[in-house]
């Protein structure tokens, strides 16, 4: 009886060495699993760390000179509607200052202009975009991860403009600074998107701390350009003094294409097109180069 349970195929005995083979099986396929999902956790610190890494400012001169040519083109939509500024706050300061001063000029007038309306909407929404962009400093202000979400972001408040506007169905062209042609609330909604967008730029090119600076005021560039001791050695390149002529070329690039592209196309769609390059702008920095000589801690 032992002797044929011992050869019985379908005996007890015999059925060990299967099981044993699936439980090699399932251990060979666990190392493997583990092996992949070590692979994938060093793949993912890979990416975290090169996120995290803090781009040469010496070498974005790319992207910041991008930075400047949108400060123009959206600065030349924004104007060609209103006549105020998304980018330079002081012009709308001095413009609600006036506005405060007709208080005093003998006849009173107690009206809030929509002019002054409209550059206390920009004023306030590009603090308010200016105080997004200190989430660099959690995330490293100069970082490609920052860089590009920060930019990203700015692309998002381009868009929402764009369908404010769209949707305002108001011109894109006025003909006077009496008769501004952005009136509604939908209009209002579009300048405060676009104030913020450029807030949000204004901080993230401060802080990189180059020669194109804010990247949305030229009236320090222009002066530190004229200053420069080096200004006319032209024999060789001065990043000083070549860095502040390309931020001033772009701006002024910026705002002839923005207003060719008003007149030709309209607001929304020009804004529309802003958005897309800011979309572009902001893969840009994952491609710039670490800075180096910098200690990790």
């Known amino acids: 009886m032992n002797a044929t349970q011992e050869s ?6 015999l059925s060990l ?9 399932y251990s060979m ?16 610190v890979m990416l975290k760390n090169y996120l995290f890494e803090e781009v040469d400012g010496e070498q974005s001169t790319a992207p910041l000179s991008a930075y400047c040519f949108m400060t123009g083109f959206i600065d030349s939509v924004v104007f060609s509607a209103i006549f105020i500024w998304c980018a330079f706050q002081t012009g709308n300061s001095l413009k609600l200052a006036l506005a405060l001063a007709r208080l005093c000029n003998g006849q009173h007038d107690y009206s809030f202009h929509i002019a002054d309306r409209q550059a206390l909407c920009s004023m306030l929404t590009f603090i308010f975009g200016a105080f997004i962009g200190r989430l660099g400093d959690k995330l490293g202000c100069k970082t490609r991860l920052w860089l590009a979400l920060g930019t990203f972001i700015q692309a998002l408040f381009t868009m929402a403009a764009a369908v404010a506007i769209w949707q305002s169905h108001e011109a894109s062209v006025a003909n006077t600074p009496a008769h501004p042609v952005w009136t509604n609330v939908l209009s209002f909604a579009c300048v405060g998107f676009m104030s913020a967008s450029m807030g949000l730029q204004a901080i993230m090119g401060k802080r990189i701390n180059t020669q194109f600076t804010t990247t949305v005021v ?10 420069d001791p080096k200004l006319f050695d032209i024999q060789r390149i001065i990043t000083s003094r070549d860095h502040k002529i390309m931020a001033i070329a772009s701006l002024f690039l910026g705002g002839c294409i923005g207003r060719v592209l008003v007149n030709n196309f309209g607001s929304a769609a020009t804004l529309g097109i802003g958005t897309g390059i800011r979309l572009v702008i902001s893969v840009w920095w994952l491609f710039i180069p670490e800075e180096q000589g910098r200690i990790r801690l």
């Open 218 to 227: 030229l009236t320090s560039t222009w002066c530190e350009l004229i200053a």
């Open 8 to 13: 019985d195929p379908t005996s007890g005995t």
């Open 29 to 44: 396929g666990r190392n493997r699993h583990n092996g992949e999902d070590v692979d994938n956790a060093s793949t993912m």
């Open 17 to 25: 060495p299967p099981l044993q083979n699936w439980f090699m099986q």
